[in-house]
Structure formats: C-alpha cells, structure tokens
Nanobody, 122 residues
Framework: VQLQASGGGLVQTGGSLTLSCTASRRTFVAYNMAWFRQVPGKERVFVAN????????HYADFVMGRFTISRDNAKNTAYLQMNGLKSEDTARYFC????????????????WGQGTQVTVSS
C-alpha cells in the first residue's frame, strides 16, 4: 500500500492542524495505522495509532488530550487532529501502516508515507 501524508504547515503556538494520510488501496480497512514524528538527528517517535475498525487508539503521553487519531475507511484516509500545538511539536510527521496489530514500535511498520512538516512558532 502507498501512503500520502498531507496537511502540515506553519502554525502559532496554541493553534491547530489536521494531518491526513490517504492510502492507495481500497484494502486500507485491513491496515492498522499510526503516526510518528521525527526531528533531524533524532529517532522517529511514536505519536498515536488506531486499529482497523477505529475501536482502539493509543497515544504517546506527550500528546494525550491534545491530539486525536481517527480514520475514515470509506475514504481510505487516516487523520491526526492536533490541537494546542507547542513548539516542541515541531517535527516531520509520518503515517505508517501494518496489517498486524498496531504497535508503537516504528521498526515494525512496513509501509510509510513521505512525511509532512509541522512547524510551530512561538
């Protein structure tokens, strides 16, 4: 499956953005989805994941209560709604997919989008 991430941009502290990740296949419904982020020189970090039927979601502690992951299987798209953005949220955000159960370990995801840059200015 090919993934296309979009929705990044420049936003002020406290602002909001919604990232989208659109899959190339109608079998999108079979994939557990996740968002990770990465800053230059550092390892990719787990942000959130969601199960195939959206019945289960998990978040990193540092985004709990601010970010919401969701998906629309009819549109082959996963989303990351980001509210209350902080300067430390500045990173390149990547979506990822795997058939097996969602996990926070980025090394276990075989399919990746190209990433979308989020920059939060103070």
């Amino acid at each position: 499956v090919q993934l296309q991430a979009s929705g990044g941009g420049l936003v002020q502290t406290g602002g909001s953005l919604t990232l989208s990740c659109t899959a190339s296949r109608r079998t999108f419904v079979a994939y557990n989805m996740a968002w990770f982020r990465q800053v230059p020189g550092k390892e990719r970090v787990f942000v959130a994941n969601i199960s195939t039927d959206a019945g289960s979601t998990h978040y990193a502690d540092f985004v709990m209560g601010r970010f919401t992951i969701s998906r629309d299987n009819a549109k082959n798209t996963a989303y990351l709604q980001m509210n209350g953005l902080k300067s430390e949220d500045t990173a390149r955000y990547f979506c990822a997919a795997r058939v097996e159960k969602a996990t926070s370990d980025w090394t276990l995801y075989p399919y990746w989008g190209q990433g979308t840059q989020v920059t939060v200015s103070s």
